[in-house]
């Protein structure tokens, strides 16, 4: 199981120019590949950042992918609960042996 952050898949979008996401969306089997309601959120804020530009031809783009990436996606999207919530606090807080 993979939780693919957004910047890999925006990157995907772009026709994964960096090799190394190329080659990890080519040989990941897809039904491994997750999603967090946080990159859908995300991706989302940068699309409404392009339209609130005035740029509506590119945000009927990015529209369309988030559509398809929800509707690909749709039972690999993972909530983010309280329990997460409590990891991710533990894991942003610094370690105290790291300065």
Not at 26 to 39: E, G, I
């Amino acid at each position: 199981m993979y939780l693919v952050d957004t910047n890999v898949i925006s990157e995907a979008r772009k026709g994964a120019r960096p090799p190394g996401v190329r080659k990890f969306f080519q040989t990941t089997d897809a039904a491994d590949l997750y999603l967090s309601v946080q990159t859908i959120g995300e991706i989302r804020r940068g699309l409404e950042n392009i339209r609130h530009r005035g740029d509506l031809p590119k945000t009927r783009k990015l529209e369309k992918w988030l559509d398809l990436i929800v509707s690909d996606y749709a039972d690999k999207i993972l909530a983010f609960d309280e329990e997460c919530a409590q990891i991710w606090g533990r894991l942003m807080s610094p370690h105290p042996n790291i300065r």
